[in-house]
């Protein structure tokens, strides 16, 4: 192995590492370069002593020998495998010459990378970074889609619940035209809410899987906000909200009017729901050159400025989207959207001091 310079100390870059190797004088040299550069790190000397101290405390990264007696590197891979969360990142160490089917087969089983023998120790350092680096991101992206998952369950819980009282409440004899009635359009506007969610995980997945596009054509913003407007002032006026319109109806764009419809409904559904009763949501249109601004802006508490960055996120959210349980997709999908259109979408103080939502396409 070549020398090593000499590291500070790495902070959070240190990882939990497992070695396991056959040879004793592999192991210490192992150890040696890895301990130097930040790392806690436990050695075995075989297959089933590696099983035992993943069982004790499960490291972040396990470099694996493959060719060990007994129990050999890649059966020791492959229960690894069969943890729950799929076990820590693993790099295989192989002599490559006589080794390939062995490299082959751990790749099957899931092995992260591996390196051959004799390795450097640079690369060594580099290596064991890169795959702690990429395992920390998979578990943290891992535990925001379980967030996001526990977060749509919670959101569509409550209109299958209104949707059962409803159910429960038309099967009275007694009920008046009126309130039969009442019933019914709450129901329909528990079933837009349902298809409205639905709708945004599909979106979202097909962002995130690159399938997304859209289909611009000339139409007027008219075309567009007016049947929002039809469908979110409703609900405004239940929730004590004044919805208000701004700008000309007639005013002419390029975009696919159902992907923007869904982009603006997205951003006055979140208006809404975070204004407190008594404030105000402005729906305003206007044109600055060649492009076309829609912005929704609220009274509600605003946005944190350290919060803006990552709200567009699909698996971030502010503390008030937290707090509110929402889905987290909303914003993310008129995101996608705007720049699916080539256009661009930014939050900021509003004049009402909440938060003002500029949704710019080009004219």
Do not use: W
Not at 201 to 215: D, I, K, P, T, Y
């Amino acid at each position: 192995m070549n020398d090593r310079p000499s590291l500070a100390s790495m902070g959070d870059a240190a990882g939990d590492v497992l070695i396991v190797d056959d040879f004793p004088d592999t192991l210490v040299l192992y150890e040696a370069v890895l301990t130097d550069d930040g790392h806690r790190v436990r050695t075995a000397l075989s297959g089933v002593d590696a099983l035992r101290q993943v069982d004790e405390r499960e490291p972040e990264l396990v470099l694996l020998d493959v060719s060990m007696p007994g129990l050999d590197g890649v059966e020791v891979l492959r229960r690894l495998r069969l943890r729950r969360g799929g076990g820590p990142s693993v790099i295989m160490l192989t002599a490559a010459r006589r080794e390939p089917h062995a490299i082959e087969a751990g790749l099957k089983e899931g092995a992260d990378a591996y390196l051959t023998k004799p390795i450097d120790s640079r690369e060594l350092m580099a290596r064991v970074r890169a795959a702690l680096e990429t395992f920390r991101l998979k578990r943290m992206l891992d535990a925001q889609r379980r967030d996001h998952i526990a977060m749509l369950v919670h959101d569509l819980r409550h209109p299958l619940s209104s949707l059962g009282h409803n159910a429960e409440v038309l099967e009275s004899e007694d009920m008046t035209p009126a309130e039969r009635h009442a019933a019914v359009t709450q129901i329909r506007g528990m079933c837009t809410e349902m298809a409205r969610l639905v709708d945004g995980v599909l979106v979202a997945s097909r962002l995130e899987a690159g399938v997304f596009s859209v289909e611009p054509r000339a139409i007027t913003v008219g075309q567009v906000i007016e049947p929002m407007l039809r469908v979110f002032s409703p609900v405004a006026t239940r929730r004590r909200v004044a919805l208000v319109f701004d700008g000309s109806l007639e005013m002419g764009v390029r975009a696919d009017p159902q992907k923007l419809r869904q982009a603006l409904d997205n951003l006055v559904a979140n208006a809404v729901k975070f204004t407190p009763r008594g404030g105000r949501v402005v729906v305003r249109v206007s044109r600055e050159g060649e492009s076309v601004v829609f912005e929704i802006s609220d009274t509600g508490p605003g946005i944190p400025a350290a919060e803006r960055e990552g709200i567009f996120d699909r698996y971030k959210q502010g503390a008030r989207g937290r707090a509110a349980g929402g889905a987290g997709l909303g914003l993310a999908i008129a995101r996608g959207i705007a720049e699916a259109h080539h256009g661009t979408i930014a939050v900021s103080t509003g004049d009402t001091g909440g938060a003002a939502f500029r949704l710019v396409l080009p004219g």
